[in-house]
Each structure stands twice: as C-alpha cells, then as structure tokens.
C-alpha cells in the first residue's frame, strides 16, 4: 500500500507542477507580447542578449514541463526547473522581500523546492522512466537536481546578467 501512495504522489506532484511550467513557456512564446515582449521584459532585467534568453527560457521551461508531467529523463527535468527558478529569484524577484504578490520570491521557492522533492520522490511507476524501468529516487537524484540547476543559473548569471542597477533587499 505504501508504495502505491508513492507513486499516486509522485503523480499528483508531476501533473500539478509540469503542466504548469509548460503554461509559463508557452506564455513566454505565444502569450500577450510574444518572444518580442519575453525579449523586452528579460532587457529591462538585465539579461543579454535577451532575445536568445527569451527563447531559452520558453524552451527550457516547455521541455522541463513536458519531462515533468511525462515522468520522463529524472532528474534532469527537476534541475532545469531548479535552474530556471534561481534565475527568476536573483532577476526578477530579487529585492522584492517573500510575498509574490509584493513580486516577492514566495512562488519561485516553492517550484523549486517542488522540483527536489520530486527528484527525491522519483517519478513513480505511473510516468515513462517507470515504464522503461529508469527509475531514480532518493538524496543522490534530489542533490542532482539541486547542484546541477544552481550552478547552471549561476554560471548562466555570471555570464549573462548584466543589470542596470542592483535591487535593493526589502523586509516583509
């Protein structure tokens, strides 16, 4: 019985969490504004050149969505998810205090948070590694994922990020 619980749970956490990152790429490219409006937005915080970050970041966030909801590739769909969310916190919600509604980091800490607990959860038997037989669960998958998504943000930050001033940090 328990391991049936594992796997409805990893379930549930892949089909609320990879969907919705698919529904944010996909914002990215088609939603109001399109790449030209993802491109200007990602200017204004500092990533260059922006057009191709605008571009990265829906591809990245379609395919870690996609990998997500399928069960697929754990756990390196959960460190893109990682990767992406360390981003957004030090760019766009940085200095901002917790709350999202403040444009805090609040929601960038729970899918990121999200995305470990289910590389140490693994995809259960209800996704395609389980069907394939690739299953990976536990603290190796979840160190993984975290060590791999941040220190590509970090990298990608150390390289890119380029903005015109530097938030200030607020108290919530």
């Known amino acids: 019985m328990r391991e049936r619980g594992h796997d409805i749970a990893a379930l549930v956490l892949r089909a609320t969490l990879g969907p919705m990152l698919f529904a944010h790429g996909w914002n990215k490219v088609a939603g109001p504004g399109g790449l030209k409006g993802t491109a200007g937005w990602f200017e ?34 959960a460190a893109a998810a990682v990767g992406l969310m360390t981003v957004a916190a030090r760019t766009d919600h940085r200095g901002k205090g917790f709350f999202v509604f403040k444009g805090g980091w609040e929601y960038v800490g729970v899918v990121g948070g999200a995305a470990i607990a289910l590389a140490a959860l693994g995809n259960g038997r209800y996704s395609l590694d389980g069907l394939t ?40």
């Open 44 to 77: 204004a915080l500092g990533l260059r050149p922006a057009e191709a970050h605008a571009r990265m970041a829906a591809g990245t966030e379609m395919a870690a969505g996609a990998g997500i909801a399928l069960g697929a590739a754990g756990p390196l769909p």
């Open 133 to 172: 037989g690739r299953q990976r669960a536990g603290l190796k998958p979840a160190l993984v994922a975290a060590a791999l998504g941040t220190t590509s943000a970090a990298a990608l930050l150390a390289l890119c990020y380029r903005p015109a001033h530097e938030p200030r940090e607020t108290d919530d």
